[in-house]
């Protein structure tokens, strides 16, 4: 009885194969792993609509591509209007830039179901194998969408001041929770009437010792400040996992 448990049999003649049905029985992993520092860090940027993530995105590839192996996922829910936008400008080769198209709230891609996004950073990490970074950019959502761990690393929340001065201190996971909350459009403050003080002073308070970066992309094309935050994420990345692999 033992023997026919442990061993399958197929056909007349019969070859057997050992079998086994203990699903703890886990060996060492067969696979070799990945080259160190061969994954790239994975950048989220989330934010309500129009706030400026795919202006930012479209700035910080401007700024670091030459300099750093850098690709974007963009997600839209009905189109794939952010990736035109960007392969349009002109700021990366066109096979740097992948769009998931969610058919849903945005969060639910960067938040809920993250498949379609890993399937896109894979493919990106497949044509390109010494990427550095990968900016994954949200489709425009509430105050409560946020990347998951699984998908970014560290997240970028973008409000801008055009949304008014009371949303910081509205709170919600992006802004209290997102490693840096960038207020953009600071250009624009005095024409709505917003109070960039009071604006930046709510933002500290609500998210104490996480960065908040106040920006105008109209004035700083470049992103200045954002672009060395996230030059920053990419050494401590580098540090913590050793050198891109070549
Ligand atoms: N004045 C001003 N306009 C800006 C700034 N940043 C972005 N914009 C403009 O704001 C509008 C919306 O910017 P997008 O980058 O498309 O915003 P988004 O967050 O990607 O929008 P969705 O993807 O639809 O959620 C565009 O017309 C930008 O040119 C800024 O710093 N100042």
């Not at 989220?44 to 401007?62: E, M």
């Not at 591509?65 to 960007?86: H, M, P, R």
């Not at 709505?192 to 604006?199: H, K, S």
Request: proline share 5%; aromatic share 4%; net charge negative.
């Amino acid at each position: 009885m033992q023997a026919e448990h442990q061993h399958h049999v197929h056909g007349q003649n019969g070859h057997r194969h050992p079998v086994d049905f203990d699903p703890t029985a886990a060996g060492p992993d067969p696979f070799a792993p990945a080259a160190s520092g061969s994954r790239p860090v994975r950048i989220g940027i989330g934010g309500p609509v129009g706030s400026g993530k795919t202006a930012l995105t479209a700035a910080l590839c401007r700024t670091l591509g030459s300099e750093l192996e850098l690709a974007v996922v963009t997600n839209d829910i009905y189109t794939t209007e952010d990736a035109d936008f960007l392969r349009q400008a002109g700021v990366l080769d066109p096979g740097r830039i992948e769009a998931v198209q969610t058919g849903a709230c945005p969060h639910t891609a960067i938040r809920d179901d993250i498949t379609a996004n890993l399937d896109a950073v894979e493919r990106l990490q497949q044509r390109y194998a010494s990427l550095d970074l990968v900016l994954v950019e949200s489709g425009g959502d509430n105050l409560t969408a946020v990347f998951s761990r699984g998908l970014a690393d560290v997240q970028v929340f973008v409000v801008d001041v055009a949304g008014g001065d009371k949303v910081p201190r509205k709170g919600g996971p992006g802004v209290t929770t997102a490693d840096l909350l960038v207020v953009n459009k600071v250009d624009l403050a005095e024409r709505v009437g917003a109070d960039m003080a009071v604006m930046l002073a709510d933002a500290h308070r609500m998210r104490g010792e996480l960065a908040v970066l106040a920006q105008s992309l109209t004035e700083d094309p470049a992103a200045s400040a954002t672009a060395d935050w996230v030059r920053r994420q990419v050494a401590e990345h580098r540090a913590a996992v050793g050198p891109s692999a070549e």
